[in-house]
């Protein structure tokens, strides 16, 4: 008696034997009874539908070699060395399912709103003046609502039965969508020829497939689209899945062609009703047609590589001061330029590379059309033999040329920055190297005074209501300079006394100072003015925030102390702001030194200032110095103005963190952030916020325990509000630090001890 085997159990998969005519068979491992029915569930089906191929062989080809002509980076003759190894068609197994699905879903769906605030900005009136004004802007809000639904919907699908180890998943997947295509009845005479894939999985299997087809893409597809709102978020979705029958077994056409290149073999799968869908694994790739559009690029990084060493060279003085309008457009216009070659240059490359392919798969066609016998109308002969024709090779795709045409070409953008370069340093001197010509009039509160052996004086405006820096020769010596607020002075006296007064930030701040007569200092945190003076019977004047930029140039030939040390008595300093030192006409490089007159006090220190002088310009910082030989004031220069520290120091004591009276960052010449003012004991008394040399913000005052003793806000210099009184500990404000400036702090006094240290034998 005939016995079926090999026919699994539904629970627990052990082999079955069934015998005909038995109507249900009990598992031996399990002891689960199985109809008869079940049993045949697990059997594979006979084909019930197919969908019949719709190409031929050579629509297939022609595929192919379309896709070897719009690959961007396929060689030039990969239509002419490839070979075709297999190109065919066969049956890929199947099952379709078809019924209803319910759904429900739920999630969140958000709706943005926009909210508006109000915040305070610095914005510039019509005058060009910072100002702060109320702006509103709009904060995006999203309000979620939780939002559910149910649904109902048909469905029709196809599920693969191939073995993914002879067909690839992804293109099991590309076939299902095969059911766009009207299937027919089964029949055998449709296939013969084409060979059928086997059948790997069962309907039960094919069944749960496509129910979970129907679950995550249909059910999925049909709640989305319920979405709402500007945001969705948590999807939750549920489904029953109802076929109306059990599955169907079909077939369905697949394409596979292989082709060769140079020994190896590229594989393209294609739905072989209409060559619609297709997944081709990566064609070959031109290495060297890649490399020569890489190779396009070698100017723009030449270029990048040019600015980045004029940058530096800039930033170790190599280079003289410059005006940097003609670099910055060199730079731009070169890098720009460059890479529009290199973008134009790659487009060309690969546009007459595929022209070539395009020619000679028309000269195929041609070929392949006569070989077979048959010819084509005489109007589509001759445009065939129009694209047969090989394209004329463009400039920029002649990769031949590339050693001169790069070469060439990376030589002009390195001349354009040089150039420039060049341009910027003549322009620069063009209004700041000629010393035998005062400057012209740059600003209508700036001045620059100076006298000879009677008495010099300068005064520069730093942006605020005034400011001025004066001192005078043997008969004496004044320096006052703005902080930025309503006034601010600095004066000096030589042996008959020294005073500083300071602002910082309230009504009015002061510290004064004498000379051996005696020394005396008052500090008071309010802000409305500023002063700090000193002087000395044979002081040159000097604004701290008037120095300029430097130039090329060599020592002068007569020096005090070693090689590059200068009494700046000895060299001449043009009136020009910034002033241009030179020593006939030869600008000078090293360290100026100022001696003080020590006739009214010989225990004096000597030196009165002592500043780095670069190619004629004051570059470095600047330190000034009391009699009893305290750093006094000290300045950071770059380009001749002010750039980085601005730091006042208590008398009689030297200077580190716990002697500083001021300490304020400057930009272009003028105080820029916030400035601390502190005590003798090192607690901070005052802040005040600037913007290009003028109070800008909050001045604030402070008791000894933190506490906030005034407050006042500006605008541009101007004082906009009452100012705020506060009892001692009534308002605590945030501790606040300013380690960015003790950094800087640390980094200019390591400077200026190492400048000190060069002239140690003063005359």
Known sequence: METIKHIGCPNCGAEVEFKPGVLAVTCTDCGTGIPLVDLEKTRPLGPEFLIPVGVDKTALIGLAHGLMIDQDNAPDDILVKSQIEEAGFYYLPCYMGQGTFDYHWSASFGIDRQEPYSIN???????????????????????????????????????????????????????????????IAYNPNLIAGYPCLDVAISPEKAHSALESQVIKKDATNFAHNKAQGDHQKDWSIDAVVTFDGPVKAGLIPLAKLVYSYEGKNYVIWAEATKLERYIAEPGPVDTGRSADKSKGYIPMWVTLTAIAVTIVLDLIHVIPHQESTPFIYASVGALVFSLVFAALRSRSISNFSKALREATFSAKRLELTDSFGRPLPDAERRALL?????????????????????????????????????????????????????????????????????????????GGQR???????????????????????????????????????????????????????????????????????????????????????????????????????????????????HFNGTPVTGLAYKLRDRSGDPSAYRLDYLVSVKYGRFEGPIVFFHPNGDMHFVESLK??????????????????????????????????????????????????????????????????DRSIKSKASFIRGTQDGATSQYAQGEYQEPASTNNIQMSLFNDIMTEVYRMRDEIPNIP
């Open 467 to 581: 400011a001025s820096a004066q001192r005078s020769g043997p008969s004496g010596e004044s320096q006052s300079s703005s902080a930025g607020g309503q006034s601010a002075s600095a004066q000096r006296s030589g042996s008959s006394g020294e005073s500083q007064s300071s602002s910082a930030g309230g009504q009015s701040a002061s510290a004064q100072r004498s000379g051996p007569s005696g020394e005396s200092q008052s500090s008071s945190a309010g802000g409305l003015s500023a002063s700090d003076q000193r002087s000395g019977s044979s002081a040159r004047g000097q604004d701290s925030n008037a120095y300029g930029a430097y130039q090329g140039g060599t020592q002068s030939p007569t020096t005090q102390g070693k090689a590059g040390i200068y009494d700046i008595s000895e060299v001449t300093c043009t009136e020009s702001e910034p002033p241009f030192c």
């Open 639 to 704: 380009g001749g103005l002010c750039q980085g520290l601005q730091i006042g120091f208590h008398p009689k004591v030297k200077g580190n963190s716990q002697s500083i009276l001021w300490i304020g960052e400057c930009q272009d010449g003028k105080i820029n952030g916030t400035a601390y003012m502190y005590d003798i004991q090192g607690n901070n008394v005052s802040k005040q916020q600037f913007y290009e040399g003028v109070l800008n913000g909050d001045s604030i005052t402070y008791y000894p």
């Open 121 to 183: 900005e610095i914005r510039k009136d019509e005058n060009g003046y910072p100002r702060q004004v109320a702006v509103t802007k709009y904060l995006t809000v999203t309000d979620w609502q939780p939002v559910s639904g149910d649904g109902s919907s048909r469905f029709l699908r196809l599920v693969s039965a191939a073995d993914s180890s002879v067909v690839p998943y992804q293109v099991s997947e590309m076939m299902e969508e095969s059911v766009a295509y009207t299937p």
């Open 386 to 462: 129009d694209k047969s024709r090989p394209p004329k090779k463009p400039f920029l795709a002649k990769t031949e040329n590339n050693g001169i045409t790069l070469t060439i070409l990376s030589f002009f953008c390195v001349l354009a920055i040089v150039m420039s370069v060049v341009l910027g340093v003549n322009r620069y001197n063009r209004f700041n190297y000629d010393v035998s010509v005062d400057p012209p009039f740059k600003s209508h509160t700036s001045t620059a005074q100076r006298s000879g052996p009677s008495g010099e004086s300068q005064s520069s405006s730093a």
